[in-house]
T-cell receptor, first 112, second 118 residues
Framework: GENVEQHPSTLSVQEGDSAVIKCTYS??????FPWYKQELGKGSQLIID?????GEKKDQRIAVTLNKTAKHFSLHITETQPEDSAVYFC???????????FGQGTILTVHP | NAGVTQTPKFQVLKTGQSMTLQCAQD?????MSWYRQDPGMGLRLIHY???????DQGEVPNGYNVSRSTTEDFPLRLLSAAPSQTSVYFC?????????????????FGEGSRLTVL
């Protein structure tokens, strides 16, 4: 089955800096790569996703890049703000209806 | 819209006790799933359902049962609780997750149920 590795496990940045979280996956057939944000005491919410037919996608301060050859994808957050502090999960799927494999999560802390 | 509703939010059990975590969604999603979240291990899929009457196992199904009698509800049953089942449980629903050809694939999560087994 699919295996997703996520790094780093914790990330601390100053407000205004950029943050980068990286994930690798094992199944070359995976074609859907979402990122979820989990705020304290809440369920996770989709913030951005990318499909295997594109290499990069942006949404305001958030971007995701995908390298299918190397089987890794990354989340980039620019101009970080304290409200960006949360746990971020990457995931991979699309090979089997109903199955999405998540990474271990990254605790991002943005200091004012 | 209520979205995905989980109950209870907190529960303490003794080893060997049974209980059911409830999950309901009002978005007419055909897909529903249960995940457990443990420190350093991310979200791991327990069971999922692609429609009423259809369920399948995820990554960590042992010790859990599910059923899907209606589109709206997807309860998770622990038949004989063990300390290893201490975790935070999340229910999630979607039109079609992880399948590029159908819908957006976005999962909608409940707020979680924190279970402690003593």
């Amino acid at each position: 089955g699919e295996n997703v590795e996520q790094h780093p496990s914790t990330l601390s940045v100053q407000e205004g800096d950029s943050a980068v979280i990286k994930c690798t996956y094992s199944d070359s057939a995976s074609n859907y790569f979402p990122w979820y944000k989990q705020e304290l005491g809440k369920g996770s919410q989709l913030i951005i996703d990318i499909r295997s037919n594109v290499g990069e996608k942006k949404d305001q301060r958030i971007a995701v890049t995908l390298n299918k050859t190397a089987k890794h994808f990354s989340l980039h957050i620019t101009e970080t703000q304290p409200e960006d502090s949360a746990v971020y999960f990457c995931a991979a799927g699309g090979t089997s209806y109903g199955k999405l494999t998540f990474g271990q999560g990254t605790i991002l802390t943005v200091h004012p | 819209n209520a979205g995905v509703t989980q109950t209870p939010k907190f529960q303490v059990l003794k080893t060997g006790q049974s209980m059911t975590l409830q999950c309901a969604q009002d978005m007419n999603h055909e897909y529903m799933s249960w995940y457990r979240q443990d420190p350093g291990m991310g979200l791991r899929l327990i069971h999922y359902s692609v429609g009423a009457g259809i369920t399948d196992q995820g990554e960590v199904p042992n010790g859990y049962n599910v059923s899907r009698s209606t589109t709206e509800d997807f309860p998770l049953r622990l038949l004989s609780a063990a300390p290893s089942q201490t975790s935070v449980y999340f229910c999630a629903s979607s039109y079609a997750p992880g399948l590029a050809e159908r819908g957006t694939g976005e999962l909608f999560f409940g707020e979680g149920s924190r279970l402690t087994v003593l």
